[in-house]
């Protein structure tokens, strides 16, 4: 049973990591706070708290510009801290790993919203900024230059939600990143099934009375039980479900057991923020103006980014030093969550990276 658990678990697109590995560089916590930031929806903030884990130490060139300099992005309702989790950390943040502490400066920020940065169950509940994805690149762009003083990166790759971060870096500091490795998403607007199961999400949260329009005495159990099996659902790969759940009752203690695990802690506003910040998302415009290297990679099963849609195929040819991976649907990849399974595409990054 803990194994067929543990597989549900691993097609999720939005959990959080299960269990953290013990990288061979300890990581350290840190905390920048920017003023009266601005957000693009008019309102503002006092203070925007923004949490990151970093690994590793900055090296500096003669005129002070640190060299080694890697972010990670995470994805909605994540966290930066997701990327210590086994099957990101052991391949890659250990001694002779593609992103080695020891050689690289690894910055895994917590988003607006997510983590121990800024958020609406702080305080403010649905008074809190509507924070998009230009005010999320914006403030990540803030804490480096600002708060960590780096102002280029060697390589910045995002899973999911930070896959479509690292298409709006790409256009918005051109060149800042010298390589772009978005994983698990689309340069577009998010349209069709993927806008509609996010609305239905939102949606669900809404309709429950127990919201009371983000003023909530006790969380709306039933707008977020809807609201997570949507979750389950989009995150879910159905050859490697369907091999370890064979069976109707597997498959409901599965479930059972995955659902409660994800509702645990879960705030509603917080989650209907996340989900929200996708509503202007659309880089498409602007591909032909990065420059830099893309590996851009999917996976075949990701329900969210369908590969049958021809999407990816189409847009890749606009990027300059743009190329397009599609894994194949196997018993090993993990749906929309494949992005972190290093195990499946180490060896692509490894080469992207020595080019």
């Not at 199961?197 to 127990?210: E, G, N, Q, S, Y």
């Not at 994800?262 to 509603?268: E, K, P, S, T, V």
């Not at 996340?274 to 498409?284: C, K, L, T």
């Amino acid at each position: 049973m803990r194994r067929l658990l543990l597989t549900l678990a691993a097609c999720a697109a939005f959990a959080p990591a299960a269990a953290l590995s013990a990288p061979a560089v300890a990581p350290k916590d840190g905390e920048f706070v920017v003023k009266d930031f601005k957000f693009r929806s008019g309102e503002t903030l006092p203070e925007l708290r923004l949490h990151y884990t970093t690994l590793g130490e900055p090296r500096r060139d003669a005129q002070g510009r640190v060299t080694n300099a890697v972010m990670v992005l995470h994805g909605t309702g994540g966290s930066g801290k997701q990327f210590l989790s086994p099957q990101f950390a052991d391949k890659l943040l250990v001694p002779g790993g593609l992103l080695d502490p020891a050689k690289w400066y690894v910055i895994l920020p917590d988003g607006i919203g997510h983590g121990k940065s800024s958020k609406p169950s702080d305080g403010l509940r649905a008074k809190f900024p509507h924070y998009d994805y230009d005010d999320m690149v914006e403030a990540q762009h803030r804490l480096l230059v600002e708060g960590l003083k780096v102002d280029r990166l060697r390589l910045l790759m995002g899973t999911s939600m930070g896959c479509m971060h690292a298409f709006v870096w790409g256009e918005t500091y051109p060149g800042f990143a010298q390589k772009l490795a978005p994983f698990a998403c689309q340069p577009v607007a998010i349209a069709g099934r993927n806008r509609m199961w996010r609305k239905m999400t939102m949606d669900a949260i809404k309709a429950d009375p127990a919201w009371n329009g983000g003023d909530y005495v006790e969380q709306p159990k039933q707008g977020l039980r809807t609201a997570t099996d949507f979750l389950i659902i989009a995150g879910a790969s159905a050859l490697p479900m369907q091999l370890a759940l064979s069976t109707r009752e597997a498959t409901d203690k599965a479930l059972e057991a995955d659902f409660a695990r994800r509702i645990a802690g879960l705030d509603a506003n917080d989650l209907l923020y996340q989900v929200d910040a996708s509503r202007n998302y659309d880089p498409s415009a602007g591909l032909e103006t990065i420059e830099v290297p893309v590996l851009w990679i999917n996976s075949a099963d990701d329900f969210i980014n369908p590969p049958e849609l021809g999407i990816a195929e189409r847009e890749v040819k606009r990027l300059k030093h743009g190329q397009f991976v599609l894994l194949p649907a196997s018993e090993k990849t993990k749906g929309h969550g494949s992005h972190t399974w290093a195990v499946l595409w180490k060896d692509r990054l490894a080469a992207f990276l020595a080019q």
